[in-house]
């Protein structure tokens, strides 16, 4: 009976123990975007705001009117890095080279773009040569760089296709020597899709995430944009984030980054990096 008492008791401590293991023990990076109004007045001051939350990862989408040296400096003079280094379709169609010495210099390991131009609905025409242009934008980057290019989802790409949608189709077709994906958490739930179920149907895939919530009550669609004020703190919207992290750390995600687009960023970045602490 007492042994029975002390195996009971050591369960209950080992199950209790589990219950408050955290969920998420990486330190997330920042999207620059997130302070772009901070950053195009004062970039220096505004990596300093940064760094006083705690995050030295930085994902550069924009250099602010100055060089990929110059941020450099600037990171280096506060032992930060950039890992991630966003641009627009016209960088990768047009100065690609200098798309991958900037990288280089910034000192990131990914290259990533978050829209492919398009008019009205997304269709499988676009992806397929949205297909042709990943495996040689990537191919070209890796073979000269050593560079690895990422494509963030934005939503439009959810329109069905077949069984699946022409995001399934663009993951399928592309070459995974080439072309990776970077997890935008809003923009796959804002058009109907799960988070976590797609990470774990594509679980090598995906190497980069941007950390988001969706404001209670707002209807998704297939638009691909939704006003900045539905950013909401993490863990105060729509999305079952700690499903969406269990799922990442069984995946292929290299880099978290917080990105909240909210006019409301010097509350809601705090919240969002508390939240994150506390998931157990």
């Known amino acids: 009976m007492k042994n029975s008492v002390l195996i009971v008791a050591l369960l209950l401590s080992i199950c209790s123990v589990q219950a408050q293991k955290k969920v998420f023990t990486q330190t997330p990076g920042m999207v620059s975007y997130t302070y772009r109004a901070s950053f195009a007045r004062n970039m220096a001051a505004t990596l300093d705001t940064i760094k006083g939350l705690g995050i030295t990862d930085m994902e550069f989408s924009n250099l602010f009117g100055k060089t990929a040296a110059d941020i450099r400096k600037l990171l280096d003079e506060r032992n930060m890095t950039c890992s991630s280094f966003g641009v627009g379709y016209p960088d990768l169609q047009n100065k690609l080279d200098e798309v991958g010495q900037n990288a280089k210099t910034l000192g990131a390991r990914y290259v990533r ?3 492919v131009p398009h008019k009205g609905p997304f269709t499988l025409d676009i992806a397929k040569q949205t297909i042709t242009d990943f495996n040689a934008f990537g191919k070209k980057l890796k073979d000269d760089y050593g560079l690895t290019f990422c494509y963030h989802n934005h939503g439009y790409e959810f329109e069905k296709h077949d069984a699946g ?10 070459d995974p020597n080439y072309v990776s994906f970077e997890m935008d958490i809003l923009w796959t739930f804002f058009p109907g899709a799960d988070p976590a179920a797609l990470l774990m149907k594509y679980p090598d895939r995906f190497k980069l995430m941007h950390l988001k919530d969706l404001r209670k009550g707002i209807v998704g669609n297939l638009s691909g944009g939704t006003p900045v004020e539905n950013d ?3 863990g105060t919207g729509q999305i079952n984030l700690p499903a969406v992290l269990k799922a990442a750390q069984k995946s292929g995600i290299k880099h978290y980054y917080i990105e909240d687009e ?3 960023v010097s509350v809601q970045v705090p919240q969002s ?5 506390s998931l157990k």
């Open 232 to 234: 909401v703190a993490l």
């Open 262 to 264: 909210s006019p409301s």
């Open 165 to 174: 949608t022409l995001m399934d189709y663009i993951i399928q077709n592309t």
């Open 113 to 115: 773009v978050a829209w």
């Open 273 to 277: 990096i508390a939240y994150l602490k």
